[in-house]
């Protein structure tokens, strides 16, 4: 049995990103002395819709077949169950490695462990719901893969490092010391066809639960 995440958010002094720059001294009482993707700020800026994800529904999840952590290639697209979830994140943390300077004051950044973690948890639901849970970043599928192995996750997640995915989708990033990472967006599918989206996805922690409230009302 997994250990879960700690997933109820804690006190966080600063966002600025000068206070959440790599190597902050020992003695910084402003941040903890280790990063701990598991714990959310209290004071992370919401997202906003922007409308990037407006053209979602009622689209076709693409035939493309992208590496996932179990080893395989997965085609989302052609799944056999009633619904087919795919979360979007930007990409999970390591503990005790910080992330890029100002992660946390972009909003939607943070939160992509307990989103994780909040689907895991919830996984037999989903189960019980026909519905097949992927997650899916540009992160590589070794970084994901020592993720799923150290949070215990369940279900495949799926590596879109060259962006294949997400551009026939035209899902929304933003950019962090060079790379284009993906916006939090929430896919839920029947038969390919995208039937609902959530975004922006705010708080991550809850991301589960709510698209479960949805499949149920649709089920």
């Not at 000068?18 to 402003?30: C, Q, R, T, V």
């Not at 150290?150 to 997400?166: K, N, T, V, Y």
């Amino acid at each position: 049995m997994w250990a879960p995440c700690r997933i109820g958010r804690t006190l966080a002094s600063s966002t600025s990103p000068g206070s959440l720059a790599a190597g902050h001294p020992k003695g910084d009482e402003n941040r903890d002395v280790l990063h701990d993707p598991t714990k959310l700020p209290l004071n992370l800026p919401r997202p906003e819709d922007d409308g990037a994800c407006d053209h979602l529904r009622g689209r076709y999840l693409r035939h493309v077949a992208l590496r996932a952590t179990s080893g395989s290639l997965i085609d989302v697209s052609d799944i056999p169950t009633i619904w087919t979830v795919v979360y979007v994140y930007p990409r999970t943390g390591v503990p005790g490695v910080e992330m890029p300077s100002g992660w946390d004051a972009i909003p939607g950044a943070r939160g992509c462990t307990p989103q994780s973690c909040s689907y895991r948890d919830d996984y037999e639901e989903f189960l019980r719901l026909d519905a097949l849970v992927f997650g899916l970043s540009t992160q590589a599928t070794g970084a994901q893969r020592e993720f799923a192995e150290r949070e215990h996750i369940p279900f495949p997640l799926l590596s879109d490092h060259d962006h294949e995915f997400g551009s026939a989708l035209e899902l929304p990033t933003f950019n962090v010391q060079g790379d284009d990472l993906y916006k939090r967006v929430t896919l839920i599918a029947r038969g390919g066809a995208i039937q609902h989206v959530r975004y922006p996805v705010f708080p991550p922690n809850e991301d589960a639960v709510e698209t479960l409230r949805w499949l149920r009302s649709h089920s």
